[in-house]
């Protein structure tokens, strides 16, 4: 073991590394990377240039088993949605459709406003409704998510939420649930709205979530085509024609945010997603989609780095009847790595430190980054791998005296 290195970020608060305890490392892996901790502003003045360039203005390309991310550029800057707006429309309706209201064979009404806004007068991605018809919930979806259909989508809202305005505010208390941090919805279309936005970082929060979730509703996504009203459409996805694996899920494009695009693909057992913005036109999203699926593919491999229970190292404990406390994996610990790791793999454990005593077994103290060229690409939790009690007076005054010191060293 090395010693903690403290440091902080701009007021945030005081975190503490360790080094790993290899000892469950299978012989390959340790040999292929080693996992080290150095000072934060260490790790960004080294950060390697990504393996990988794009012209995306905004990517993030992420391991759908592990979660770890493989490539990302300005992940969080939010950007007008287009049509990857429904997505959230579609999370919304799969939980209705599991609630058990609407059924899949509901009717709802096409209104004047749907036809108008979103249908065939509208000049927009249309399933071509008739005005003042009515279309099942089930053929709503189909057009909603083959055709990209905005007559669909204000359908759809409609029927179950009254309005358009309505339904947003189902939309944006369901990302809040869900966890989009930076997405905010004004309509279930995408069509352009002040203050309507979203990141590529909560896209694919958003597509794992709906692929795992309703994966019987979600399979509509892969199909090839879609016939209404007597008129012929195809999936406007392009990777569906790539013969990449791919099974989802949606496109959009802004003159403000040009083409985007959020891929799924399902090869040989490995998911992968990929959320990206900014292209120039349909061919550039369609090719360079194409060239960063297919590098995640060839370029890394799963690694098994800790067993369920293994553990990873030490935290310092003050107040405690020990100085410091192991933490452990709670499950097994596994990321997708670049196949030629060489120094650009490392570690760190990270927590609030030091640690308060009482601290109970298996809770939740610390978390485990791993970090690909200086940028961490996939965090896990840690847990306190055995109980550690309030110390005796004396254990509590030696620990208070050494807190004290630190911290009258760490505003040096």
């Known amino acids: 073991m090395t010693n903690a290195t403290a440091f902080r970020r ?16 299978g012989a390959a892996i340790a040999a292929a990377m080693m996992l080290a901790c150095v000072p934060t502003a260490a790790m960004a003045q080294d950060a390697a240039k990504p393996a990988i360039e794009t012209r995306a203005k905004e990517v993030l390309l992420v391991d759908g088993e592990t979660g770890t991310v493989l490539l990302q550029k300005n992940p969080d800057a939010p950007f007008p949605p287009a049509s990857l707006a429904k997505m959230m429309t579609m999370e919304v309706v799969f939980e209705a459709i599991a609630s058990g209201e609407p059924l899949l064979d509901t009717e709802f009404p096409i209104s004047v406003h749907a036809w108008r806004t979103g249908g065939a007068p509208s000049g927009t991605s249309t399933m071509f409704a008739d005005v003042k018809s009515s279309v099942s919930v089930g053929n709503l979806v189909r057009g909603a998510i083959v055709q ?15 309005s358009e305005e309505a339904f947003a505010e189902l939309m944006n208390r369901r990302a809040g649930e869900l966890g989009l941090k930076n997405s905010h919805f004004v309509n279930p279309t995408g069509l352009p709205a002040e203050g309507q936005h979203v990141t590529v970082s909560d896209l694919v929060v958003l597509a794992r979530h709906i692929r795992s979730a309703h994966p019987e509703l979600y399979e509509i996504y892969s199909a090839p085509d879609f016939t209404w009203n007597k008129i012929f459409q195809r999936n406007r996805n392009p990777l569906l024609k790539l013969g990449i694996g791919a099974d989802g899920m949606e496109t959009g494009y802004t003159e403000a945010s040009g083409y985007a695009l959020l891929g799924v ?19 550039e999203r ?48 596994a990321a997708l790595l670049p196949r030629e790791e060489g120094e650009r793999i490392s570690a ?65």
Request: proline fraction near 4%; charged fraction near 25%; glycine fraction near 10%.
């Open 10 to 25: 701009s007021g945030a608060p005081l975190r503490r590394r360790w080094s790993l305890d290899r000892r469950d490392f």
């Open 348 to 412: 760190r454990i990270r927590y609030d430190g030091p640690l308060s005593a009482p601290i109970e077994a298996g809770a939740t103290v610390a978390s485990l980054d791993i970090m690909v060229d200086g940028e961490a690409v996939l965090s896990e939790p840690l847990v306190a791998a055995r109980a550690v009690a309030t110390g005796s007076f004396t254990d509590r005054a030696a620990g208070a005296v050494s807190e004290l010191a630190l911290g009258w060293l760490r505003q040096f």
């Open 286 to 333: 369609s090719d360079e989609a194409r060239r960063l699926l297919e590098w995640a593919d060839q370029s890394f491999a799963i690694r098994r780095l800790y067993r369920k229970g293994a553990v990873v190292g030490s935290a310092e404990v003050f107040g405690g009847e020990t100085g410091s406390v192991p933490v452990a994996a709670p499950k097994e610990i």
């Open 148 to 162: 990209s259909a905005n007559d669909a989508c204000i359908a759809l809202a409609e029927g179950i939420a009254g």
């Open 265 to 283: 693909t399902d090869r040989d057992d490995r998911v992968t997603y990929l959320a990206m913005s900014g292209l120039a036109s349909a061919k």
